[in-house]
């Protein structure tokens, strides 16, 4: 089974328009966290935001939240405001168990496209 | 967040010759580095968990003596990539733990290798 699941391959999104890329997860390790990531053409991964399992609230970092629903297994990740420059691939990814050091699981993507 | 440099960026090299390819951590230490590699339009797939010190830790399929890893301080690994070949023609990037709350993986700009 897939561990980390994004079904969008491609959004596209009015500028000043916001977002919402899905992502839902899988895993039995009740520590865990989960990470978004830009990867625009140039193809360095820009890291986003970050959630943990044991986080009461929601991540939030500038224009990027992640609505955390953790009964669903999901992590979206929103983006207000778009701007040209969000245009961009994003992935999320999960850290299964505590500690550092821990290899991360990389979904399949989305390119998201920002309309001007 | 902290900064992680890759080097070279880009590599054309003829078949049968090796490639280093070497990333470091710019303003922390970091144990633990991993290697990953990226098709066009595809997410990353990990090779490789670098780890300083000792032997990296190769994922199924990915063949040890074709991807050399060395992690010989706390701010540097290596990938040799040798007797390369147009199927090793690919987008190789690394990334470095940045121990904390988050436990972030930092990515490196990553290395555009062609093998001609």
């Known amino acids: 089974a897939q561990k980390i699941t994004q079904t969008q391959p491609g959004m596209f999104v009015q500028e000043k328009e916001a977002v919402t890329l899905d992502c839902t997860y899988d895993?039995?390790?009740?520590?865990?966290?989960l990470f978004w990531y830009k990867q625009p053409s140039s193809g360095e991964m820009i890291f986003l935001i970050y959630q943990g399992s044991y986080d009461q609230q929601n991540a939030t970092e500038g224009r990027y939240s992640l609505n955390f629903q953790k009964a669903r297994k999901s992590a979206n990740l929103v983006i207000s405001a778009s701007q040209l420059g969000d245009s961009a691939m994003y992935f999320c990814a999960m850290r299964e168990g505590p500690g550092s050091a821990r290899q991360l699981t990389f979904g399949s993507g989305t390119q998201l496209t920002v309309l001007p | 967040g902290a900064v992680v440099s890759q080097h070279p960026s880009r590599v054309i090299c003829k078949s049968g010759t090796s490639v280093k390819i070497e990333c470091r951590s710019l303003d922390f230490q970091a144990t633990t580095m991993f290697w990953y590699r990226q098709f066009p339009k595809q997410s990353l797939m990990l090779m490789a968990t670098?780890?300083?010190?000792?032997?990296?830790?190769?994922e199924q399929g990915v063949e040890k003596d074709k991807f050399l890893i060395n992690h010989a301080s706390l701010t540097l690994s290596t990938l040799t990539v040798t007797s390369a070949h147009p199927e090793d023609s690919s987008f190789y990037i690394c990334s470095a733990y940045e121990t904390g709350y988050t436990d972030t993986q930092y990515f490196g700009p990553g290395t555009r290798l062609t093998v001609l």
């Open positions: 895993t039995s390790d009740p520590s865990y966290g």
């Open positions: 670098s780890n300083e010190g000792s032997k990296a830790t190769y």
